[in-house]
């Protein structure tokens, strides 16, 4: 048979070890330990990278309307929070916001908020869930532009709504200069760095 697909993936490191098993039924305690270690270690040294990676994949992609794809509407929100002072974990959230959009466009939001959710603070990983939701709210005539007024009076409702206003509904514009992806991938590999916290779903 060839050994077409039959063959291991290589691992990470060299000095790491297959779990031989095919199955978690069969794994000992062990054969745990070692895994989730090796994984925990994998997922530091490669989560930005994919991250930065599903970003870019749509580079070159059309447009399905705007003067800009996804890829350029993700550098100039980015561009624009950075140019606006933002601190440097709101600047990745911006930049990373639609990351799914192509992919999963009826729960990107939620998807970013997976993404991220557990190295950023609660505001913006609500933010992340909800901004499509409250983007509604700046097209007029839109079915859905009341939707956001269930969460009035929610603590992070004034800053969803001041991001939205601010750094998405507005980043369709062909002519803005934005700064090269470089600028910003020290701050994605920053954030992931950091030690992920537990989420308590919505």
């Not at 297959?18 to 090796?38: C, F, G, H, I, M």
């Not at 994984?39 to 070159?60: F, P, V």
């Not at 350029?72 to 002072?85: I, P, V």
Request: a negative charge; hydrophobic letters at 40%.
């Amino acid at each position: 048979m060839g050994g077409e697909l039959s063959s291991r993936s290589p691992l990470a490191r060299g000095d790491w070890h297959y779990v031989e098993k095919t199955s978690l039924d069969a794994l000992t305690p062990a054969e745990w330990a070692v895994l989730e270690r090796q994984r925990n270690a994998y997922l530091r040294d490669h989560q930005a990278e994919q991250a930065l990676r599903l970003l870019t994949a749509s580079a070159g992609d059309p447009s399905f309307g705007y003067t800009v794809n996804m890829y350029r509407h993700a550098l100039q929100s980015a561009t624009m929070a950075l140019r606006d002072g933002l601190d440097e974990e709101t600047v990745v959230v911006t930049l990373l916001h639609d990351i799914g959009f192509l992919a999963c466009p009826c729960g990107h939001g939620e998807m970013a908020a997976a993404l991220l959710g557990p190295y950023v603070s609660e505001r913006n990983r609500w933010m992340l869930a909800r901004h499509a939701i409250f983007q509604d709210h700046h097209v007029a005539g839109h079915p859905g532009a009341g939707r956001r007024e269930r969460w009035r009076g929610h603590p992070h409702f004034a800053w969803t709504a001041e991001w939205v206003a601010r750094y998405d509904q507005n980043a369709q514009d062909a002519s803005y200069d934005c700064a090269p992806l470089e600028v910003f991938e020290p701050m994605v590999r920053r954030i992931f760095a950091r030690e992920p916290r537990p989420i308590v779903p919505d």
